[in-house]
């Protein structure tokens, strides 16, 4: 049996959700952060997978991932600034007393 | 790029169980530091997963990046951070974690649904064997504009990273007593910012 292209969207999809299930339920701070990673690593693999398969002679798929790599790594950057910022400010990364815009 | 298609089949298989149990213990655990560990191990099987897809460019640039920026940048986050505080129990936390269960695993039924009843157009055409090239002259033809503004989003992020995280230093009046000695500078580390009042 040969690698199809339904293996790797099963499998991003899988991904997008353990992700999706880690962005909402984690108390820490940093572990949300790595949630987001993962859902935009799923979203990769999805790009790769259909760039392999639908269009193997013009590769935009990887070049589409390739951006989302630099956004993901900007996105890391400052993300982790932030948290730094604001665990000088409440001293503490509990997702549930960052509530500075509750009125 | 073609290795036999049972061991493509084999590797398929162990990295996506590698992927997936790392991507849960993630998530899961406990201790936030084998989750960046985990983290590195759940990138690393996503680059051989790129490789099994003829990728072999973006698959050295998701280990560079991620594997030796992003989960290096947690790392240090982490250790930045590193309070051991005990978060304090909320009500219903089975029931939130339940409810989003569900909502994830539905999430998952309708995806693998609709991938799986998709008629996808495949394209069997040869792959083509030197990515690269075809990578860089997407960047350089049709893809310019957003080449080059990615590298400008990365020095934006770079700027704005740097200012957010470094510590406050508010500029002390110049003491004309001091000013002779050129080499101390004229700030000092302000005090932390204030404490929660009220940790609810």
Known sequence: MELQLQFFLLLAAALFCIGIYGLITSRNAVRVLMSVEL????VNLNLMGFSNFLDPDQIKGQVFAVFVI?????EAAVGLAIILAIYRNRNT??????????? | MNLAVDLQLICF????????????GVVLLDRIVYSAFLLGGVFLSISGLYILLNADFVAAAQILVYVGAVNVLILFAIMLVNKQEDFTPLGNRWLRQGATAVVCGGLFILLATMVLATPW???TTVVIENTVVQIGRHFFSDYL???ELASVLLLMAMVGAIILARR?????GIDPLTRQEALTLPERPRELAGTPSDPR
């Not at chain 1, 859902?39 to 799923?42: G, T």
């Not at chain 1, 630099?70 to 900007?74: D, G």
């Not at chain 2, 298989?13 to 849960?24: D, F, K, N, S």
């Open chain 1, 39 to 42: 859902l935009l690593n799923a």
């Open chain 1, 70 to 74: 630099t956004v993901a790594a900007a």
């Open chain 1, 93 to 103: 990364v509990d997702m549930e007393q960052f509530n500075l815009l509750k009125w």
């Open chain 2, 13 to 24: 298989v162990v990295l996506g169980v590698a992927m997936i149990a790392a991507a849960l």
């Open chain 2, 121 to 123: 157009a495949l394209d």
């Open chain 2, 145 to 147: 504009l957003p080449f």
């Open chain 2, 168 to 172: 406050d230093f508010v500029p002390e």
